[in-house]
């Protein structure tokens, strides 16, 4: 070899080795995307007091704090929220909109995340694993990851929900894994892959989940210091009529044992989001993700507050508790990720895929107009208005998402759509709880306020949408009175999220600004320094940057 060609040589290793230590240094190692499902914003500050300085304290003190995000669309609801966090898209565009949603052209219900090519892997449940982000059409701020790295960049999905792993990780994620109620086995879909990971199969076999069942729920502080009331639990749902299962100690054991139940039972306590953080840490262990330099991906999406919150609705000492515990998980998980990734090493933005009304019988208790609404009965109601006048007694499939769904092999021929959609608008201006009724082919010449019309109109996709939105007087929802709630809607009870953003090069900081759930995957992928997911409509939170101008 030439002088000239050793020359060349070593500059090409110079040059190399700083291309690749200047990628090292722009981003981070590992990207964590945490949502707490039903999490309203309001809780950041309810619990602030009680929160530790390690976790929820830690994220807001250091981190950058967006106040007043929301969700610009409906309905407001897990699998819409989950794909519209992680594509910055709307349901409109990527179409999940809504848990379930009824493909139009043939009246068929399907849950957003049901796929008949796939198959359960990990557990003989079948149901529980034809799961797949088939229906999502649009890629993730992983999928992206992906891509820009050549599949070098590892992107995995974790949460006791299917959806709550799937629509966060994408479509060509390495992984998603959700809980199997039956087993209480980690499982995942042959979307993924064709067996589970020796790592999982051993964590399964081990009692690291079901060990949880024989853990009483009690308060982690004494119950007298907690912001509600401990008798009240007039607005609480118990376990199948059993009065005895409303206070604390919450025996899983017995209601186990009783045959009623799986282990779903641990969806409806923290324990449910303590197995997710354990198992999310043996992810990272074992996917080695955020070793070397190339940025992996990991989704975390906390379930178990939902299901609490629909139980127990927001004024709850089970509500309460389960973010007190929730709290210790994300400290537990944040100093993991310290010491397996490095302080400074990796990034974490928490927010919720919507937020949860207070009861409706609690609310009325208390002096504001509130009220619950019977889709079923609804739907009946409105079946029986149209066939006086159409002769068809199923013209109307279903109420669900707060619309109205035809039912179209019965109406396919029908010559008086326009008509049946008149008649439909008439019944609904004379029902009392109902604010507006708007078709939503012509939302945008709706007379309705701006911020509502473009939430209809974002969460219209007209595969999957029914064609008339109907929008509930403020307090009016689909809870099943009187216990519990629900969410769906587009008021700030539903629709105010929190979003923090916190880690590597993160400045602290907050702002008041109104920012939007589609603002998300863009800013991640600004701080990535890849393509924003393929249809995002966000644009980018500009003061989560810290600018260096030299
Ligand atoms: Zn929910």
Redesign the pocket.
Known sequence: MNKYKILKAILCVVLISCYSSIYAQERPKLVVGIVV??MRWDYLYRYYDRYSERGFRRLMNEGFNCQNTMINYIPT??AAGHASIFTGSVPSIHSIVGNDFIVQKYGKSVGATYDENVHAVGTDSSKAGQSSPVNLRVTTIGDELRLATNFRAKVVGVSLKDRGAIFPAGRMANAAFWLDENTGNWISSSWYMDSLPKWVEKYNASDNVRKYIDKPWTTLYHINTYIQSVSDVRYEWEYLGDKSTIQFPIDFRKLFDSGKHNYGLLKDSPWGNTITADFAKQAIRHYKLGVDDVTDFLTVSFSAT?YV??RYAPNSIKTEDTYLRLDRDIASLLEYLDGKVGKDQYIVFITAD?G?AHNVQFLSDNKVEAASWNKYIMCDSLNKYLSKSFGKKDIVLSLDNYQVNFNYPSIRNESKKEEIIKACIDFFENIDAVMYVVENRKASQASIPAPIKERIINGYNPQHSGEIQLILKPHYCAQSAPKGT??GLWNPYDSHIPLIFFGKGIPSGQTVREVYMTDIAPTVAALLKIQMPSATVGKAIEEVFVYNNK
């Open positions: 499902d039903q609801v897990t939902d919150g629909h919507h949860g629900t969410h």
